[in-house]
């Protein structure tokens, strides 16, 4: 929610403080490309995320665009901003695709496409994947190691409503203000015990006390006390589609 927000502030005050001057810039030479920053899945997903993409003009009031990059999620964190770690991450990562076709509005826009008030459809694929392990400490020695397996998934098919500003004939900050999609969610879980465990156990009762604070899916998958517990769930739900992209034409 706190991210959501931090990036609502920032889409209002960009809007704010170019949109007041949008009308005396000139948007004069025939720049038909842009490459472009999006800086969304940093502040959403982890600040090591980097999506790039690149968007081509078609006729004075169409264009096309392409958004294609690397994700990472970030750590959880404790309500003080502390990590939280509790499993060795061995390796996690993800990437984003994208794709929109746009209309930039005629009657609306002083200037040509890719400036000003744009609508149209687009689709988007997002992934996420993480192994980990840990080792179960008890009384100083080893009593068991977990190995965790997590995958993420969603599809999304919308139409968009956006605004790009072109500042100075050569940079651009792309608003997509609002986006509703159906979206196709898929997630997979699986979890493995080292040696059999007793659900029973104190030590794993506290262990599932613990981890249920924090990630309360995977808690659920700890609670099953099985050798193999492994899950997926899959289904069709609306989405949301917003963000804010810095560019470049030429």
Known sequence: MLKTLLLLILTLSFTFIFGANNDSIPNTKEYKNIIRWNITPMVMVGPKSLVLGYERTIGDWQS????????????????????????????????????????????????????????????SYIALWQDASVNLIDNDAVVNTIFYNGKFSMLSIGVQLGYQFVIKDRFTIDLILMGPSYTYYDLNLALKYEQNINPDDPFYQNLYKIISETNPVLANFIRKGSIDASGRLNFSYYGFRYGIQFGYRF
């Open 64 to 123: 096309f665009s392409i958004n294609i990059g690397y994700l990472e999620m970030a750590p959880m964190e404790n309500e003080d901003g502390s990590p939280i770690e509790i499993f060795d991450q061995n390796t996690k990562g993800g990437f984003d695709i994208s794709g929109d076709y746009r209309f930039y509005f005629k009657k609306k826009n002083k200037y040509k496409a890719p400036d000003g008030l744009y609508w149209g459809p687009y689709a």
